[in-house]
């Protein structure tokens, strides 16, 4: 039967070869890199079993000299490397998917700080990679430097063939690539790469011309292209050069893939940024050239990718987040079950395996990352092995995963809350300043829990011990959440903070009693939750200041690419910031805070406090219960989420998995329950 979304699954032709549909899973980091190439192999793999037509690497070194470490993306450095991207293209391959690899050569963003090589740059530059502020400059690319790279480059793309690579890629984008730095302002060459536009595409244009000749005939060759950097006049405009530049290559690759850089533009979060919000710069693409254009914008709505290629914006629809957060959204679009279809929430976490040299992990999805390591398949769970019924208390992200899977399962599921409506924390924290996206962790969960009739769901249900043993179910699962704390007790201060000042919590800012007036934030937390506040409170009228003790604000959304904008944000709300700092008493009209390297002391004026420090587990249900596991009652209680131990949401929704995945299962705590990669060193 035709539908209005079978244009997405029309092939299309790039260059020698063809994609089966539409889905184009851009290139993306994941944290396995190198260091973990079966982790990466399946996770790319999923995406192809999931309907992607085409599966990119990350950006992939060409070079020793071109180094990314301390981060860990790929790498093809020599013929030594063929053998982990074979793993990847075998497993692309076997569903029918094209595979893409993103080689690179990164210019002052390669700190080399393990082959400890003089990084090529325009001219000596401070190196920018390895977190921005690595000691030492790259060195200034010669001719023969230039000559050089080119070599290599070819040389990678002649392997990346022989991996089993579809689509081969030269790489302007993200400010990262000696092709990008020689297309912008920092190229103040005087020879024939430098001065004029034509001079400054010329290395672009010579990397594309030697790719095409060396694996063109049975290979596709994109570009991928940054349009815009959104720095105004001082970089790449997509109203400015970048159209000339467009213009220049129009029909020289066989792909345009295109997006804004730097990575926190193009990977912005929901909280800042929503689906499509690239559109505006790179829709002129099309206008210039006849070959295929892929692009991003976090695009989970089909109706929206469909608009996109009607509109003319692009051909194929690029997606790196979406693809993650659920790596069947094509499928699931053909098959007609758009409701199933679990969108990305933009928060970024996915980003943090990359920025935190960790195997990517996803708050939608917990199954993205354990793909090798567990064998977890993100539409596939065991079978129920028992009869057995199953209370879990508790629907926040944990509660409501654990219930989703274990109903998925087969299992019958009691699940309560005491509240009259689902979701726990994100039904709370999705209603803060421009979160609202983030329900969607709670909204897919209750729709699949809705299609499960072995599921029975019972809000405004506060549960005792007594109830829980009433209930008669043999088995507990606990996700009774966390309460923040309201004596100050976080990294910092390990003893409660004295003093008689008016205290609040982000319990209490979520749940309406709001401030007024002067209020001082006291974030020992780090990650959203102090900013989040300082936001909602400036807007509704307070004269806020941020104090941590941290040397920056909101100091874990660096990760999360957040935090340029988070201070853009409060200090366009006249929010004061005060790092550096930690609360040490506090009055109804006064709060002290101390220098943390000088322990001076400033008195601030205030009519309130709000601390966001440590949170304290709900567990007194559990410890309540314990008897009754001992003496046989239960046949198993388990406590998980944040009543286990607060962390982040992702985090919840993963111990809510993980429970469903090993109930009935005997875990022993001695063993390491997931495979993990080594380096096997052979004896001579
Ligand atoms: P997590 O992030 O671990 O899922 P949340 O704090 O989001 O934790 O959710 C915990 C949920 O548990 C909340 O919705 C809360 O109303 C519910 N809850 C806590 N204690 C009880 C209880 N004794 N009976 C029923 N529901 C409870
Ligand atoms: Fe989307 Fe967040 Fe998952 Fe990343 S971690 S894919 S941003 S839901």
Redesign the pocket.
């Given at each position: 039967m035709s539908s209005r979304y079978d244009i997405l699954f029309h092939p299309i032709k790039i260059g020698p070869v063809t994609a089966p549909n539409r889905f184009y899973q851009v290139p993306h980091c994941n944290g396995f890199g190198w260091r973990m190439p079966q982790g990466m192999a399946a996770m790319r793999g999923m995406k192809a079993e999931g309907g992607w037509g085409v599966v990119c690497t990350e950006e992939t070194e060409i070079h020793y000299t071109s180094d990314l470490s301390p981060y860990f993306e790929g790498r093809i450095w020599d013929d030594a490397d063929i053998p982990v991207w074979q793993l990847m293209t075998d497993a692309v391959h076997k569903h029918g998917a094209l595979a893409g690899i993103e080689l690179t050569y990164n210019s002052h963003d390669a700190a080399n700080l393990y082959s400890r090589a003089a990084a090529f740059a325009p001219h000596s530059m401070g190196i920018t990679g390895g977190g921005g502020y690595e000691p030492g400059q790259a060195r200034v690319a010669t001719k023969d430097d230039l000559k050089q790279v080119r070599k290599w480059h070819r040389n990678a793309a002649i392997r990346a063939k022989k991996a089993g690579f579809d689509i081969i890629y030269c790489y302007a984008a993200h400010n990262m690539t000696l092709a990008f730095h020689l297309l912008s302002k920092d190229n103040d060459r005087s020879d024939e790469y430098g001065g004029s536009l034509e001079n400054r595409v010329r290395f672009f244009r010579e990397l594309i011309e030697d790719t095409k000749e060396a694996v063109g005939d049975t290979c596709a060759v994109a570009v991928r292209f940054a349009v815009d950097e959104l720095l105004g006049a001082d970089g790449m405009q997509h109203d400015g050069e970048a159209r000339d530049i467009v213009g220049m290559l129009a029909e020289l690759p066989d792909l345009w893939d295109v997006n804004i850089s730097a990575w926190k533009n193009d990977s912005i979060t929901s909280r800042f940024g929503k689906e499509g919000h690239q559109e505006k710069y790179i829709s002129f693409v099309k206008q210039l050239t006849t070959k295929p254009v892929v692009g991003v914008g976090r695009y989970t709505s089909p109706d929206s990718m469909v608009s996109a290629i009607e509109r003319g914006v692009m051909d194929l629809i690029g997606a790196a987040r979406p693809s993650i957060a659920d790596p069947f959204l094509p499928n699931k679009i053909r098959e007609g079950r758009h409701e199933d279809i679990r969108e990305c929430i933009g928060c970024n976490i996915c980003v943090t395996g990359d920025t935190r040299f960790v195997p990517i992990r996803c708050t939608q999805n917990p199954t993205m990352g354990e793909e090798f390591r567990r064998d977890w398949h993100p539409e596939i769970i065991a079978p129920k092995k028992s009869n057995d019924d199953i209370l879990i208390?508790?629907?926040?992200?944990?509660?409501l995963e654990a219930a989703r899977a274990l109903g998925q399962r087969g299992y019958k599921v009691i699940l309560?809350?005491?509240?009259r409506e689902a979701g726990?924390?994100?039904l709370l924290e999705s209603a803060l300043p421009n979160l609202i996206e983030w329900r969607r962790v709670i909204d897919w969960r209750l729709t699949q829990i809705q299609k499960i009739e072995n599921i029975y769901f019972y809000p405004s249900?506060?549960?005792t011990a007594k109830d829980v043993l009433d209930a008669d179910a043999p088995h507990v699962i606990l996700?009774?959440?966390?309460t923040w704390r309201r004596d100050g007790v976080g990294r910092y201060h390990s003893c409660p903070i004295q003093g008689t000042g008016n205290i609040f919590t982000p319990d209490d800012l979520m749940n309406g009693k709001l401030p007024t007036g002067k209020v001082i934030i006291y974030d020992d937390d780090h990650y959203y939750m102090g900013g989040v506040l300082a936001e909602l409170l400036a807007t509704n009228g307070c004269e806020v200041t941020l104090v941590t003790p941290a040397p920056t604000i909101s100091a874990w959304t660096e990760y999360t690419l957040e935090q340029d904008r988070i201070y853009k944000r409060l200090l366009a709300l006249n929010v004061t910031l005060l790092p550096h700092h930690a609360l040490a008493s506090h009055s109804p009209t006064t709060a002290s805070v101390t220098q943390t390297f000088t322990s001076a002391e400033t008195t601030l004026a205030c009519d309130a406090i709000v601390l966001v420090t440590d949170r304290i587990p709900?567990d007194s249900?559990y410890h309540e219960l314990k008897p009754a596991l001992a003496d046989g009652r239960l046949k198993s209680l388990r406590l998980i989420?944040?009543?286990e131990a607060p962390n982040i949401?992702a985090q919840?929704v993963f111990a809510g998995h993980l429970a469903a995945r090993e109930f009935d299962e005997t875990i022993n705590p001695d063993v390491t329950p997931f495979k993990v990669e080594r380096v096997i060193t052979v004896k001579k």
């Open positions: 208390v508790g629907a926040g992200p944990a509660g309560t809350d005491a509240q726990g924390r994100v249900s506060p549960m996700a009774t959440g966390a709900n249900l989420g944040d009543a949401i919840a």
